[in-house]
């Protein structure tokens, strides 16, 4: 079973970049698809951007897209999701994911993944 943690939330201002890492124990992640998930106070929790194992499948959120990135090196075990030009709607505690069997199709599906981490929370304040 893998472990997930996620790092490198905090408290940032409206425009500012930031970079969310999350690392895996117990196998490499390099053997999942890869989800960063976000929810907010109240909110359901939402898709931010997902990566398949082989990078040739990235989907992001419309909410995000052009200004978040996610990537993953297999040679190493983190997968990043930078964050640029952050609004205060992208605040709320982002979740690591991993996901087993991924043989195409719809990718970022929540209730797909099977693995989760505690999160890191982030906060857009002015």
């Known amino acids: 079973q893998v472990q997930l943690v996620e790092s490198g939330g905090g408290l940032v201002e409206p425009g500012s970049s930031l970079r969310l890492s999350c690392t895996a124990s117990?196998?490499?992640?390099?053997?999942?698809?890869v989800g960063w998930f976000r929810q907010a106070p109240g909110k359901q929790r939402e898709e931010v951007a997902c990566i398949d194992r082989s990078t040739h499948n990235i989907i992001y959120s419309d909410s995000v897209k052009g200004r978040f990135t996610i990537s993953r090196d297999n040679a190493k075990n983190p997968v990043y999701l930078q964050m640029t030009n952050l609004k205060h709607e992208d605040s709320g505690v982002y979740y690591c994911a991993a996901r087993s069997f991924y043989a195409g199709g719809a990718l970022c599906i929540k209730s797909k993944f099977d693995y989760w981490g505690q999160g890191t929370q982030m906060n857009v304040t002015a």
């Open positions: 117990g196998y490499a992640l390099e053997y999942y698809a």
